[in-house]
Nanobody
């Protein structure tokens, strides 16, 4: 059974940075695709960034150049470095793991950016 635990969220001012972490337990983390999603109040969950087992990354247009996704396979950790945060980045951020056609989600971590 795979479990994901996010951490690192908080309240920051616009222009500041945060780094989210996702700790995975169980499963074969090395072959998984890891994605970060976010959901703001009243909005649909949206894909923020993803990284494949081979290290290929993709980003939503709204975060390109500001956010960086990374992973540490031996530690079974994934990260989302968020710089130049904007109020519109305020949301609950979720870590998602796709492995062997199965989908796993963390409980989410709140990010609030004040103007």
């Amino acid at each position: 059974q795979v479990q994901l635990v996010e951490s690192g969220g908080g309240l920051v001012q616009a222009g500041e940075s945060l780094r989210l972490s996702c700790a995975a337990s169980g499963g074969i983390f090395g072959i998984a695709t890891v994605r970060w999603y976010r959901q703001a109040p009243g909005k649909q969950r949206e894909l923020v960034a993803g990284i494949t087992s081979g290290g290929n990354t993709n980003y939503a247009d709204s975060v390109k150049g500001r956010f960086t996704i990374s992973r540490d396979k031996p530690k079974k950790m994934a990260y989302l470095q968020m710089n130049s945060l904007k109020p519109e980045d305020t949301a609950v951020y979720y870590c998602n793991l796709v492995m062997l056609a199965a989908d796993y989600w963390g409980q989410g971590t709140q990010v609030t950016v004040s103007s």
